[in-house]
């Protein structure tokens, strides 16, 4: 996985790409833009057309890693752009669309010929839209719109731009020879020079979890006390199974990594994880972010917290969320994982309440996280509840 930061829609992106993985893709599943549509995947009919860098280029056959620091407008980022908001308009009146799925790259494209053609000739429209493809329309009514918008805004003395107001040449969204590249990734905080630029050190981008899990516990000490001890992430950490810290911590940031062994799939996560905190509601956020290579898994994390006082001591409400690729997406299954996570998590209780109460050395470090464990422990306690309903049939019948 790679950590890519661009710019899309006007706004900084940072996230986790596979290398191959194509920028349609990307931006559909990552960010949830689902107007750039998929269709032969091939380059060949055009609905997956996004502009790069102002250009319009087939995103089913570009690599979003190669979109480092690109800036990518996708049909969605011109919801308020004047010469699309045209062109809609347009395209209804002329009947220019039925189905709709080409649609969204046909109108990146036909804006390309209204800013680039000084004239409504029929011809250079039909050539320049001549790798969009329709199987609805037989493109009169498109070719019809697209005169009208180029004719309406000649007459209004908008001339064309005959680079389309391209900002580079060369390979689209290379940025080769591009001037305003190096500000932009700098807008997006990857500077060329900085670490994270060349990968020394993983950035901590906000996500949408695919998969969310709500779990509390209780501790029989104040909230003031589990707050103050959460903001000690070396002595958090060692309460986690499995976890490690691989360097100081750093106030809002940390890095680690996390030991898992399921079956015979062994993974060491490293990675890095930002951390938020709100006294005022004692409340806190961490997120992050982290790779195993022998396993080629990579997992993106959320945990939100709130302490919540009672009656004889704090109840610490949590929200975990994570996003898993890889091998071990393979044996993530929803159900597994929340049954997991539950002993996980009463594993972290007993063993912050142990610190909390003085009876744990402050340099022991917590059993590194052994899923065969934890799911043998799963079986036995489903079984016994088993056991315990056929008892209770059994009970009921005689």
């Known amino acids: 996985m790679n950590m890519i930061a661009l710019t899309v829609n006007q706004r900084a992106v940072r996230a986790l790409a596979e290398p191959r993985t194509n920028l349609a893709d990307f931006v559909r599943e990552k960010l949830d833009l689902t107007g750039t549509h998929l269709g032969c995947e091939h380059g060949v009919c055009g609905a997956c057309t996004v502009l790069l860098d102002g250009v319009p280029a087939r995103s089913c056959i570009t690599y979003a890693v190669a979109c480092e620091g690109a800036e990518v407008t996708t049909i969605e980022g011109l919801d308020e752009d004047n010469i699309t908001t045209e062109l809609r308009a347009a395209f209804t009146r002329e009947h220019a669309l039925q189905c709709g799925y080409c649609t969204p790259g046909m109108l990146v494209s036909a804006r390309d010929l209204v800013l680039r053609l000084p004239q409504a000739d029929e011809r250079m429209i039909r050539v320049g839209l001549s790798g969009n493809l329709c199987r609805c329309t037989g493109y009169v009514g498109i070719v019809r719109a697209v005169q009208f918008v180029i004719e309406a805004r000649r007459a209004r003395n908008i001339a064309p731009m005959p680079d389309g107001g391209r900002k580079i040449l060369g390979p689209v969204g290379s940025g080769r020879g591009d001037a305003d590249r190096t500000e932009r990734m700098r807008l997006v905080g990857n500077e060329p020079t900085s670490p994270e630029a060349v990968g020394l050190v993983p950035s901590i981008p906000d996500f949408i979890p695919a ?188």
């Not at 709500?214 to 903001?231: K, T």
């Not at 997992?299 to 109840?315: M, S």
């Open 211 to 398: 998969t969310v899990l709500e779990q509390q516990f209780s501790v029989a000490h104040p909230p003031e006390q589990v707050f103050a001890m959460f903001d000690d992430i070396a002595a958090v950490a060692a309460c986690l199974p499995g976890a490690s810290l691989t360097a100081s911590p750093k106030p809002e940031r940390v890095e680690g990594a996390i030991r898992v062994r399921i079956g015979p799939i062994a993974a060491t996560f490293q990675g890095a994880a930002r951390v938020e905190r709100n006294p005022a509601d004692m409340s806190g956020r961490i997120i992050g972010i982290g790779n195993d290579r022998r396993s080629r898994s990579s997992t993106q994390g959320e945990i939100r917290y709130r302490l919540v006082p009672i009656e004889q001591g704090t109840r610490v409400d949590l929200s975990i969320g994570y996003t898993l690729t890889g091998m071990l997406a393979q044996v993530g299954r929803p159900g597994l994982v929340r049954d997991l996570a539950a002993r996980l998590i009463a594993e972290f209780a007993g063993n912050l309440d142990r610190r909390l109460s003085g009876t744990s050395s402050a340099d022991a470090v917590a059993a590194d996280l052994n899923g065969i464990a934890l799911v043998f422990g799963l079986l036995r306690a489903r079984v016994a509840g088993w056991v315990g309903r056929f008892s209770s049939k059994n009970d009921g019948a005689t």
